[in-house]
Nanobody
Framework: QVQLVESGGGLVQAGGSLRLACAAS????????MGWFRQAPGKEREFAVA????????YYADSVEGRFTISRDKAKNTVYLQMNSLKPEDTAVYYC??????????????????WGQGTQVTVSS
C-alpha cells in the first residue's frame, strides 16, 4: 500500500491561514487521485477537496470552495492544502487520501484506499 504522511496542522485564529502537506511514495503517487478529508469530533469523515496528479480535474466541497486550494509538487511527491479564511467549524483532523484514477469525482471516503495518519487543525474563535 502507498504510504501517506500529513504535516502542517496546528492552532490558528479564525480568519487565519494554514498550509498542510501530504507526502506520498514516488511510484504510486503518480497513479493516484489525491484528496483531503476531515473529521470533527463526533462527526463522520467528510470530503474537502480532491485532484488528479496530472491536474486533469479538481473539485471542492461547497463548505471549503473559495477558501481552500489544493496543489501538487511532482518533484517532492507532495500534495498541499492551503487553507485561508479559516473558521472555527473547520476544526477537525485532516486526512490525506489516495485513490485509483477511477475515483476521480468521488466524495466518498470508501473510494479512497490509501490514508495518512491525520493532522489536527484547530481554529479558535
Amino acid at each position: 500500500q502507498v504510504q501517506l504522511v500529513e504535516s502542517g496542522g496546528g492552532l490558528v485564529q479564525a480568519g487565519g491561514s494554514l498550509r498542510l502537506a501530504c507526502a506520498a511514495s514516488e511510484r504510486t503517487f503518480s497513479n493516484l487521485v489525491m484528496g483531503w478529508f476531515r473529521q470533527a469530533p463526533g462527526k463522520e469523515r467528510e470530503f474537502a477537496v480532491a485532484t488528479t496528479w496530472s491536474g486533469a480535474g479538481t473539485y471542492y466541497a461547497d463548505s471549503v470552495e473559495g477558501r481552500f486550494t489544493i496543489s501538487r509538487d511532482k518533484a517532492k511527491n507532495t500534495v498541499y492544502l492551503q487553507m485561508n479564511s479559516l473558521k472555527p467549524e473547520d476544526t477537525a483532523v485532516y486526512y490525506c487520501a489516495g485513490g485509483r484514477a477511477g475515483s476521480l469525482g468521488s466524495r466518498n471516503p470508501a473510494d479512497f484506499g490509501a490514508w495518512g495518519q491525520g493532522t489536527q487543525v484547530t481554529v479558535s474563535s
